[in-house]
């Protein structure tokens, strides 16, 4: 299932977007605030973002911002202003496409499917001498195969895709296993602890990346600053 999280402050706009988008398949989260996309971000795996531009508090451009603090998932800005300086704004910030309102729902649409398309066709992640093919199901590590369980595939995956971002063990049992599975904190350490021993015997400097938080969970970080 596609997931979709629809970000504007008014109910009306979220109700219009849900419903051009829902019949083609999509699930559709919505949110009438900054603050509660970056929360739903933090706790549920999305395919991608359509946020509006103009909401009070917290615009759509500063969202943009810090959502790409821990995340790389597609954005789509949604407005309806149209300057072009508005548009660059919004790229340079991140964003991956930009749509003004009015709109018709083919356009919509399209632009969906369009983002979706580049990122389901982008399924290589690198760091340093480490590479994660999500399609193939593969890691590399100094041109040398490294074989995962798809658990640690996934722990990895989620790691890499989000660089400096805190996850605690809590979040990740949701994105790995779902938030029904009862599995508990232990077992997240488990498979941690055997994802580590994987790439150090791969001769990869895994403890300056992959940082234990304490009390907290864990983060893969740029380096080894703390």
Not at 109 to 126: D, G, M, P
Not at 171 to 176: A, D, R, Y
Not at 178 to 195: A, F, K, Q
Request: proline share 3%.
């Amino acid at each position: 299932m596609i997931k979709l999280l629809l970000v504007d402050d008014e109910q009306r706009m979220l109700d219009l977007l849900s419903l051009y988008l829902q019949p083609y398949g999509y699930h559709c989260e919505k949110v009438q605030s900054g603050l509660e996309a970056i929360e739903a971000l933090s706790h549920s795996t999305f395919d991608l973002v359509l946020l509006d531009v103009m909401m009070p508090v917290m615009d759509g451009w500063e969202t943009c911002r810090r959502i790409r603090e821990f995340s790389d998932i597609p954005i789509m800005m949604v407005t309806a202003r149209d300057q072009r300086h508005d548009m660059v704004k919004g790229l340079h910030l991140g964003s991956d496409d930009y749509i003004t309102k009015p709109f018709h729902e083919d356009l919509l649409v399209a632009r969906v499917k369009a983002i979706l398309r580049r990122a389901t066709k982008n399924t290589s992640k690198q760091f340093k001498d480490l590479e994660l093919d999500r399609e193939r199901h593969k890691v590399v590590v100094n041109k040398k195969i490294l074989t995962l369980t798809p658990i640690e595939f996934k722990l990895l995956e989620i790691f890499i895709g989000n660089i400096d971002y805190v996850f605690s063990r809590e979040h990740l049992i949701e994105k790995v296993w779902g938030y029904s599975s009862g599995t508990e904190d232990r077992t997240v350490d488990s498979h941690i602890r055997n994802l580590r021993d994987k790439l150090r015997k791969s001769d990869f400097p895994v403890d300056d990346y992959l940082k234990t938080v304490y009390g907290v969970g864990y983060k893969w970080q740029t380096n080894d600053n703390g």
